[in-house]
């Protein structure tokens, strides 16, 4: 993927733009969350399709990267959430699933810490959910209507 460069602006005095290195063309296709001074969204590479991942954004550092994360939680039947100060998904398919992104310096892994079983159910959607990412009062909501693959 061709890298392109992103612009940020500086609050204060200067009010000007400024490239930093980017990851290369994608669309934002999730509310971003914030932890601990690092943004996080999903994206895709076209506008349709499944060429799904993750975006993190460090404020500090200015530094925008592309994150690997399992196939299935960057879809659209999950939802990014802060989880006990981590990044993490919870996922309703056939369940609810939350998995956290455990961070170990250069590598994340994902490990995934509850599950619970709806047996007879399909795709589910999650409420509750602030665009901050924490969790208000939860409620899983049935989604009607013709559910892809």
């Known amino acids: 993927m061709k890298?392109?460069?992103?612009?940020?602006?500086?609050?204060?005095?200067?009010?000007t733009w400024r490239n930093?290195?980017?990851?290369?063309?994608h669309l934002h296709f999730s509310p971003p969350i914030?932890?601990?001074?690092?943004?996080?969204y999903r994206a895709n590479k076209e506008n349709r399709g499944s060429n799904y991942f993750l975006v993190s954004f460090d404020v500090s550092s200015e530094k925008l990267s592309?994150?690997?994360?399992?196939?299935?939680?960057?879809?659209?039947?999950?939802?990014?959430?802060?989880?006990?100060?981590?990044?993490g998904f919870i996922c309703c398919q056939k369940g609810v699933e939350i998995w956290v992104m455990e961070d170990s310096g250069k590598k994340?892994?994902?490990?995934?810490?509850?599950?619970?079983?709806?047996?007879?159910?399909?795709?589910?959607?999650?409420?509750?959910?602030?665009?901050?990412?924490?969790?208000?009062?939860?409620?899983?909501?049935?989604?009607w209507g013709s559910c892809p693959g």
Do not use: P
Request: aromatic share 12%; glycine share 14%.
């Open 108 to 143: 994340q892994e994902w490990s995934k810490i509850i599950f619970y079983d709806m047996e007879g159910f399909e795709k589910w959607h999650i409420g509750g959910v602030t665009h901050g990412g924490e969790q208000g009062r939860r409620h899983i909501t049935k989604r």
């Open 34 to 40: 914030c932890i601990n001074g690092v943004t996080y």
């Open 66 to 87: 592309r994150l690997e994360a399992l196939k299935t939680l960057i879809d659209h039947w999950c939802t990014l959430i802060k989880y006990q100060g981590k990044l």
């Open 20 to 25: 930093i290195q980017g990851i290369g063309f």
């Open 3 to 15: 890298e392109q460069a992103c612009q940020v602006f500086t609050l204060g005095d200067d009010h």
